[in-house]
């Protein structure tokens, strides 16, 4: 069937919730792109002969067109998903992802991922690389309106506490 | 001593709350950078044509290091699907519009809004081919929940306030 492999990719990707990445599947790519080249080959051929007189092919090239169309948009759709992925567990671990995540990648993932990193550092010292990283820890948050109460507490103990 | 350890203790508390305060403002800050970030990130083909598209006088609703984070990150992410993918494909699918592909934002989702200052006569587009359009007036200091599109360039220029 036309277009199963490239819409497996998408489908396992989908499948693999919570930004888990699955490993990336090279010999199933190749067979999808793979599948475009014999399906583009077949149009050519059937387009010359369909302007020599035969219009019946007309719809299979329409088809055919159809399913390259088609997997164009799922190749791009999984590539483009496992980036925003990569992207997603750079935030979250920091510059050096842990093997398991690693194991996954492809070596242009892995490119592209090195070269993210250094837009993020070129782009503002002050952009965190790693969530929450500069902040303790939550519990000393404290919102200033309590601030203002301590301060009014140890003013009203007799304290010398003169407004930071 | 008493007295001295008061007064020891009232300085290290203030010493720390400011700190606290500082690292508070910091993560304030960076939180508001990184959400820029990540919307830059989501829609960088629509952003980047807006940034082209726009007059000469208009200011830039980008700084130059997201400009310059912007092209690069839509530079990185063309040249990785063209040598993983596309320049495997037949030739006359070897372009792919990112413009046409990567979702546009929606600006038709509704949002909370207060009215900082007195705005009259507010067209709003109908929703429905049934209905028809009609003006409102927004009063100072009332809260609406009204299409994004209809008061984005009352957000601009500061009249209404999102919450």
Redesign the interface.
């Given at each position: 069937m036309a277009g199963e492999r490239a819409a497996g990719l998408v489908r396992e990707l989908h499948r693999a919730a919570g930004g888990h990445l699955p490993p990336f599947r090279v010999e199933e790519l190749r067979q999808a792109l793979e599948e475009m080249r014999a399906l583009y080959e077949q149009n050519q051929a059937d387009v010359s002969e369909a302007k020599a007189g035969r219009t019946d092919l007309i719809f299979l090239i329409r088809f055919r067109h159809c399913c390259l169309l088609r997997n164009q948009r799922c190749i791009l759709a999984y590539l483009y998903d496992r980036l925003l992925r990569i992207r997603a567990l750079r935030w979250e671990y920091g510059s050096v992802l842990p093997n398991t995540i690693q194991f996954h990648m492809s070596a242009e993932e892995v490119r592209c991922l090195r070269d993210y990193g250094e837009f993020e550092i070129d782009d503002g010292t002050t952009v965190l690389l790693k969530k929450n990283s500069q902040f303790c820890s939550t519990s000393q948050v404290l919102p200033v309106k309590l601030l203002a109460h301590i301060a009014n507490c140890l003013h009203g103990s007799g304290l010398q506490f003169s407004s930071a | 001593m008493e007295a001295n350890l008061?007064?020891a203790?009232?300085g290290d508390?203030?010493v720390s709350?400011?700190r606290?305060?500082i690292?508070?403002i910091?993560?304030v800050?960076?939180s508001y950078?990184?959400c820029r970030?990540v919307k830059i990130?989501k829609f960088f083909p629509h952003v980047l044509e807006k940034e082209k598209s726009r007059a000469e006088g208009e200011p830039s609703i980008l700084s130059p290091?997201?400009f310059?984070?912007a092209k690069?990150?839509m530079a990185?992410?063309e040249t990785?699907?063209k040598?993983?993918?596309?320049k495997?494909?037949?030739p006359?699918?070897q372009k792919?519009s990112l413009l046409k592909?990567v979702p546009k934002p929606n600006l038709d989702s509704f949002v909370f809004l207060r009215v900082l200052e007195r705005q009259e006569n507010i067209l709003v587009e109908p929703e429905t081919d049934e209905q028809r359009e009609y003006t409102i007036d927004l009063e100072q200091g009332s809260q609406h929940l009204i299409r994004y599109r209809t008061i984005a360039p009352l957000v601009a220029s500061g009249a209404v306030q999102l919450i």
């Open positions: - | 008061k007064r203790k009232s508390l203030k709350v400011h606290m305060e690292e508070r910091r993560y800050l960076s950078l990184r970030l990130e290091e997201e310059a984070f690069e990150y990185n992410t990785y699907l040598n993983v993918a596309l495997h494909m037949p006359n699918l792919v592909s």
